[in-house]
């Protein structure tokens, strides 16, 4: 950011392209508390003066922000600023979360701005997919893409914004593919926890084979009426790829402990867990794509996992 706003002279239309949870909403907010800052210094906002208080309460004047109303950003919304950019002097900016939800009418309003720009006004577009946005508007824009986060990065974050221990950071930091807006939702997603205890149990009674076909089914049945289904099923995966780095690596430290023992039973365990994970990939994939039964699509994942880890030697 420091480098965005070095320059002489800011482009009046900055883009931030990336995938959603990539960060976007909090560097263009940043971006504009550092604009609008009346005593920046090397490019960021100094958050004492008049205006960064202002920003802070969610009060600022001269900060306006465009959301979809609905899932469109229709043509008055982007009308409406017309009236509020008169007043000469002052930086003004205006962020556009999601800009490729603008209709044609909206885009071609936007872009009469953009073509003579007033004085000291700023458009910040955040956006998914920039491709949808209209040629004539990326042209005029100073582009950046966000690009995601290393597992290191997303940890340290976690621990310094959401006071989060060190191990908890880094099993979340795994989950959230380097999208800094995708840890922090699992940060404060209150039933994560609980979550994480029940999918640890089910891996462990997999494995170990405990479960009767009766208890199976009924498990499959309550997992269907899940809202956080794939969420959980994102995490038996990520448990049994985590047995699975670890045999390959020899490694005898296995994220769940009293998994260690019973895995050694099975022939050929890596193999096992490659099959385990690819059948549970598919299920999400089943899932995502078409209008299954999730009642039985999940009975036969279930049967089939146990029926692979119990398959003994001999
Ligand atoms: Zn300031």
């Not at 008169?86 to 999601?98: A, D, E, Q, T, Y």
Request: aromatic letters at 6%; proline letters at 4%.
């Amino acid at each position: 950011m420091t480098g965005m706003l070095s320059k002489e002279s800011l482009s009046h239309a900055i883009l931030l392209a990336g995938p959603s949870g990539s960060g976007k909403k909090s560097w263009g907010k940043a971006l504009a508390q550092a604009v609008l800052c009346l005593n920046r210094s090397y490019g960021e906002a100094c958050m004492g003066c008049v205006s960064c208080r202002q920003f802070s309460s969610g009060n600022h004047p001269e900060y306006f922000l465009i959301e979809p109303d609905g899932r469109k950003i229709k043509i008055e919304q982007v009308r409406s600023l017309h009236t509020s950019f008169h007043l000469r002097g002052v930086n003004k900016v205006c962020l556009i979360s999601h800009a490729e939800a603008m209709t044609a009418e909206a885009s071609s309003s936007l872009l009469k701005i953009l073509e003579e720009p007033p004085e000291g006004l700023y458009f910040i577009l955040l956006a998914e997919q920039p491709r949808l946005l209209f040629d004539t508007i990326l042209s005029r824009c100073q582009r950046y893409k966000l690009q995601p986060l290393s597992r290191d990065q997303i940890q340290d974050l976690l621990v310094k914004k959401k006071n989060l221990g060190a191990d908890k950071a880094a099993f979340l930091a795994r989950l959230s593919s380097g999208l800094p807006g995708h840890a922090f939702n699992l940060a404060d997603d209150e039933d994560f926890n609980k979550r994480f205890e029940e999918a640890k149990t089910l891996v462990f009674n997999l494995v170990s084979g405990h479960d009767s076909t009766y208890h199976l089914l009924s498990q499959a049945n309550s997992l269907a009426e899940r809202e956080d289904l794939l969420s959980f099923l994102d995490l038996l995966c990520i448990f049994y790829r985590d047995c699975l780095v670890k045999l390959l690596c020899r490694n005898e430290e296995l994220l769940i402990s009293h998994v260690r023992p019973t895995i050694r039973e099975i022939v050929d365990p890596a193999a096992v867990m490659e099959e385990v994970i690819r059948l549970i990939n598919s299920t999400i994939y089943e899932l995502n794509a078409t209008n299954v039964n999730r009642r039985l699509l999940l009975e036969k994942m279930l049967i089939l996992m146990q029926r692979r880890f119990t398959q003994c030697p001999g």
